[in-house]
């Protein structure tokens, strides 16, 4: 391993047999030139999910100087933010803390280290052996010819194609008695990731997209601030205002909208329009028959063309969903709220009528968001959450296609999730509720995507997990395993998708907190920040919403609530974010 590389931890751990969930594991580095190794540097905290031994992983970059420490604690009960330097040890009666120290001198030579590790040990020749890597690359690692590893325990083994092993021990006692010595000796390992070495710019310098390389970067990796619009972003990401409620908006053409933008912004989606146009659809989520659905169109090139108002005369139109024909499902989040269906194509018959759909039932609800499978586009079927402890979440099988199979016809039923993390579909709406109450209170975000159900209990921090081949599910909460600078400690609310198949990205909108911001799960189960307001700044207490990809993936939209500030963000590199 060489300074600056990407390197691999591995480090297996004892979580509680009974009560695993409680269990959290951290992961940091320092480096030894430090004076008092006080300097310890978060890396990431991922949730047990099992009782027993648990292999667990992340990556990081080693910074320059040849000698290194990485440091994985253990932790029972999640209760206070161990990510800052200061709590980088665990100091609870059932915590355990392991250091793993190691010098860097050249990719096939690691000296001994005694004085850390234990007793010298004699190095004998290994087969090179090479590790994928989690992190997408663009370039192969080239396997080194001559290896060297330890023969004795502990030991560490390095090349840039070998996953060293340094064995450790991590392992609070599994009846909850700390002792001083561990009943099993798990590792923690060292590996390169063959990660790129190249830094994306944090200037936010745009470059054409006919002529740029591909940049990779990691969500989250580096933040770096912008002043003006007092956000934290991922280094390689650029964000600029694009709408403020309260004003006019401008266009491309150096005109201005008639209508001021709307207030209380909040769920949204991307209408792909004839000639590469597009329209992004904003709810207003406004009390007393002052909410709706306005439409930001943009042309071809991404520029802001027109502004105008879709659905007005609702109330709270918080989330929605876009469907298989291209309209926006609108739903209010009231007592006796419905969801309504609207036309942003201009040319359309539906373009300004507006209907309420039949999702929400004859009596209607507080509903939030929808998704479809369009799997069989003869039957749809449409899935409604409802922001109540006892909202039930509502499937709804359509008779047909297109802008009347949401107002004619249909059956609906409710989830019913049973023992053994088994689910069914119930048309007993009473049972819904009761399990509502129980599993998911308060359901907000919620998409589809190949057989797989996703959605979000905002009060319980939870994300649930549903196939809907073997009626099974599982749950995590939200930001369990945390990688990367920022946090995800207040309530999940909107979530979308983007190119699930290949990466399966997850994006989540956050309510409330003093740095709310847009957080990314990866497909290992991964939380990454985004962008998020500065700590304790202007969007303090604030709820970012509205998240939306313009049809190419060059454009992220997102948006402050209170604040009532859109934003566009994009890649420095000009390319897509899929």
């Known amino acids: 391993m060489t300074e600056e590389e990407s390197v691999r931890i591995t480090a297996t751990v004892n979580c509680w047999e009974d009560g695993y969930e409680e269990d959290y594991v951290y992961f940091y580095h320092a ?25 667990l992983t992340t990556s990081y970059t080693l910074p320059k100087g040849s000698e290194h420490v990485v440091r994985v604690s253990i932790r029972y009960v999640d209760s206070n933010d161990f990510t800052s330097n200061s709590g980088s040890c665990g100091i609870g009666s059932f915590d355990d803390n392991d250091d793993v120290a190691f010098t860097v001198v050249t990719a096939t030579l690691i000296p001994n280290i005694t004085q850390t590790l234990g007793p010298t040990a004699t190095t004998t020749p290994e ?52 002792t001083s010595t561990p009943s099993l000796p798990p590792s923690v390992s060292l ?95 406004k009390s007393s028959g002052n909410g709706g659905v306005y439409g930001l169109y943009f042309n071809k090139d991404g520029e802001i063309i027109d502004y105008k108002a879709l659905l007005t005369g609702t109330s709270r139109n918080c989330g929605g969903g876009m469907s298989p024909w291209n309209t926006w499902v609108s739903c209010e989040e009231v007592g006796s709220g419905q969801c309504w269906q609207v036309e942003p194509d201009p040319n ?57 199979a949401l107002h004619v016809g249909g059956q609906t039923t409710y989830l019913q999730f049973l023992s053994g993390n088994r689910f069914q579909w119930t048309s007993n709406i009473d049972d819904g509720k009761s399990s509502a109450w129980n599993h998911y209170p308060n359901a907000e975000g919620i998409i ?40 995800f400690n207040s309530q999940p609310d909107q979530i979308i998708e983007n190119d699930l198949d290949k990466r399966k990205y997850i994006y989540f909108t956050e309510d409330g907190g003093n740095a709310p911001g847009v957080h990314v799960r990866d497909r290992e189960g991964n939380y990454y920040t985004m ?21 190419d993936r060059r454009k992220f939209y997102f948006g402050f609530q209170d604040a009532g500030v859109l934003m566009e963000v994009t890649r420095d590199d000009g390319q897509p974010f899929n």
Not at 142 to 168: G, K
Not at 368 to 395: H, Q, Y
Not at 462 to 482: A, K
Request: glycine share 10%; charged share 15%.
């Open 31 to 55: 480096s030894v030139q430090e004076a008092d190794i006080s300097n310890w540097n978060f890396i990431k905290r991922i949730q047990c999910t099992g009782g027993g031994l648990q292999t």
């Open 127 to 178: 087969p090179s052996t090479t590790l994928p890597s989690s992190s997408p690359s663009t370039a192969t690692p080239t396997p080194n010819p001559s290896s060297l590893s330890t023969s004795a325990s502990p030991s560490l083994t390095t090349s840039s194609s070998l996953q060293p092993t340094v064995a450790s021990s991590l392992s609070p006692s599994m009846s909850r008695k700390p």
């Open 191 to 285: 590996s390169p990731t063959s990660a790129p070495s190249n830094t994306p710019s944090a200037s936010g310098t745009m470059i054409s997209p006919t002529n740029s390389p591909f940049v990779l970067f990691t969500y989250g990796e580096s933040l770096y601030r912008d002043n003006d619009l007092d956000i934290q972003i991922s280094v390689g990401l650029t964000a600029t205002q694009i709408a403020q409620s309260g004003s006019s908006v401008s266009y491309a053409n150096g005109g201005q909208s008639s209508r001021s933008y709307h207030g209380m912004m909040d769920g949204a989606g991307i209408a792909q329009l004839p000639g590469g146009d597009y329209a992004y659809l904003s709810n207003a989520e």
């Open 348 to 404: 359309k018959p539906n373009h300004n009528s507006p209907k309420a759909t039949l999702l929400g039932g004859p009596s209607g609800g507080a509903y939030e968001t929808v998704a479809v499978d369009n799997t069989n586009e003869n039957k749809p079927i449409f899935f409604t959450t409802e922001d109540k402890s006892n909202g039930e979440l509502r499937r709804f099988e359509a008779d047909g296609n297109g802008w009347d």
């Open 448 to 487: 589809y995507h190949n057989s797989t159900l996703y959605f979000v209990a905002k009060v319980t921090r939870t994300l649930f997990i549903l196939d809907l081949n073997d009626m099974t599910y599982t749950s995590e909460r939200t930001g369990s395993s945390w990688v990367g600078q920022g946090a």
């Open 531 to 551: 962008v998020r307001g500065v700590p304790g700044g202007r969007y303090s207490g604030d709820e970012t919403v509205g998240i939306a990809f313009s049809p």
